[in-house]
C-alpha cells in the first residue's frame, strides 16, 4: 500500500487538477444543506439542486418543515430516486431538531447520527462543509479512488477506509482530501473507463499501470 507520505503528495496532485473542489450541493443555511445532503443519498447533486429551491422556500426552517404533511414533501421531491423514504427522513429530521436540538443543526458526529436519515457519510459531509470540523466523508468515489491506489487495503470497508486515510492524512487536509478523491473519481478515476493513459498519479498506481499495459 501506499505510504502515508506517497498519499499525501497523491491528494496535493488531484489538489492541482481540482483547486476548487467543494461540495456540488447548493443550500442557503445549514438546515438546508443537511436536507440535500440526506436527498442525496443515490441520486445525483444535479438532480437534488432542481427541486432544492421550491422545497427550502416552501420550508425555510425546521419548525415549518417539522409540520409538514409527508405528501406534500412527497410531491416536493419526488423527482429523486427512493423519494417516499427521504420524505419521511426530511420531515422526521426536522421534528428531532425541534425536539432535541432547539430548531439548531448539531455539531457533532453523535448527535448528527441521532437524527433520522443522517448516517456517518452524512454527518462527516455536513460536519466539513457547514462547521469545517476535520472529517473525511467516504462515498463510492473515494472507495473506488483509495482502493485503486492502494491507499487502503482492497477488503476495507467503508469505516475502515476512513480510519485508514484519516491516520495517513494530516488532521488539516482531511476536508481537502475528501472533495478532491471525489472530483477525482468523477472526472479522471472513473468508474468505468478511467483515464489512465493520462492521469498525473500513474506512477504510483499499480492497477493504473496494469490497465495501461494491457491496452
Given at each position: ?12 496532485i488531484m489538489g492541482e487538477s481540482f483547486p476548487d473542489a467543494h461540495s456540488s450541493l447548493t443550500a442557503d443555511t445549514d ?107 467516504v462515498d463510492t468515489h473515494v472507495t473506488r479512488v483509495s482502493k485503486r491506489l492502494r491507499m487502503v487495503a482492497q477488503s ?60
Amino acid at each position: 500500500m501506499l505510504s502515508a507520505e506517497e498519499c499525501l503528495k497523491a491528494i496535493e496532485i488531484m489538489g492541482e487538477s481540482f483547486p476548487d473542489a467543494h461540495s456540488s450541493l447548493t443550500a442557503d443555511t445549514d438546515f438546508h444543506f443537511l436536507l440535500a445532503v440526506i436527498m442525496s443519498a443515490q441520486t445525483t447533486d444535479k438532480a437534488v439542486n432542481l427541486l432544492t429551491p421550491k422545497l427550502f422556500e416552501t420550508y425555510k426552517t425546521p419548525y415549518e418543515l417539522a409540520k409538514a404533511d409527508i405528501n406534500d414533501v412527497m410531491s416536493l421531491i419526488k423527482t429523486i430516486g427512493l423519494y417516499r423514504n427521504k420524505a419521511k427522513y426530511l420531515v422526521a429530521c426536522a421534528q428531532k431538531i425541534v425536539s432535541d436540538f432547539a430548531g439548531i443543526v448539531p455539531q457533532t458526529r453523535k448527535e448528527l447520527m441521532s437524527l433520522p436519515g443522517v448516517g456517518r457519510k452524512t454527518a462527516d459531509v455536513v460536519l466539513a462543509e457547514c462547521f469545517g470540523i476535520p472529517a473525511l466523508a467516504v462515498d463510492t468515489h473515494v472507495t473506488r479512488v483509495s482502493k485503486r491506489l492502494r491507499m487502503v487495503a482492497q477488503s476495507a470497508d467503508v469505516l475502515k477506509i476512513e480510519r485508514t486515510l484519516m491516520k495517513k492524512l494530516p488532521e488539516s487536509v482531511w476536508i481537502d482530501a475528501h472533495f478532491r478523491m471525489i472530483y477525482w473519481g468523477r472526472y479522471q478515476c472513473t468508474a468505468r473507463s478511467p483515464k489512465c493513459e493520462t492521469c498525473p498519479l500513474l506512477g504510483i498506481c499499480a492497477e493504473g499501470k496494469q490497465r495501461v499495459k494491457t491496452n
